[in-house]
T-cell receptor, first 114, second 112 residues
């Protein structure tokens, strides 16, 4: 069974631009979560989606948005990029939402904002 | 805000030695999970321990949970160079529909 895939793997953008990251969960997994990882703040929760509905949202500004499609694939968008948005963005999938289930992580998208 | 806090932040040991990492958290939890992350890659799930369990084993891994002290430990026995990675604990609060919260991790270096 293929793992979680994220595209692109690396991205360089300039301040003010916007970016869209994509995540394809493991086949059969309907829950997708997004995290931002930086050396200073560690892993911080962005959003969680299940059946195309956002179930949870972390403490991030409105520039960060996401969505999930009917095939469970998910995208996140960051508008008006800032230098501080440089980070590793990780997507994780699980069968269903719920903390009793392990999450399967993708390799991440490394975003650099210059 | 971080729920779990790992200790130590960094640990360096020789191959064959045991490595112990600790995680403390603030609020009551349903479950606690441990994950491993190789440099700049995605996280890999290691083990999940429920709040009514005290100890769990998986291969060379041993996890303990003390809910009265709000702490957990991860022991890796007979460490190998391939165990070099960052290790994170992740907790879910017992109150409400909250997401999994990760600590900042322990960076383990196993020297061959």
């Amino acid at each position: 069974k293929a793992g979680v895939t994220q595209t692109p793997r690396y991205l360089i953008k300039t301040r003010g631009q916007q970016v869209t990251l994509s995540c394809s969960p493991i086949s059969g997994h309907r829950s997708v979560s997004w995290y931002q990882q930086t050396p200073g703040q560690g892993l911080q929760f962005l959003f969680e989606y299940f059946s195309e509905t956002q179930r949870n949202k972390g403490n991030f500004p409105g520039r960060f948005s996401g969505r999930q499609f009917s095939n469970s694939r998910s995208e996140m968008n960051v508008s008006t990029l800032e230098l501080g948005d440089s980070a590793l963005y990780l997507c994780a999938s699980s069968l269903v939402p719920g903390r009793a289930y392990e999450q399967y992580f993708g390799p991440g998208t490394r975003l650099t904002v210059t | 805000s971080q729920q779990g806090e790992e200790d130590p932040q960094a640990l360096s040991i020789q191959e064959g030695e045991n490595a112990t990492m600790n995680c403390s958290y603030k609020t009551s939890i349903n479950n606690l999970q441990w994950y491993r992350q190789n440099s700049g890659r995605g996280l890999v799930h290691l083990i999940l321990i429920r709040s009514n369990e005290r100890e769990k084993h998986s291969g060379r891994l041993r996890v303990t949970l003390d809910t009265s002290k709000k702490s957990s430990s991860l022991l890796i026995t007979a460490s190998r160079a391939a165990d070099t990675a960052s290790y994170f604990c992740a907790t879910d609060s017992i109150s409400g529909n909250t997401p999994l919260v990760f600590g900042k991790g322990t960076r383990l270096s196993v020297i061959a």
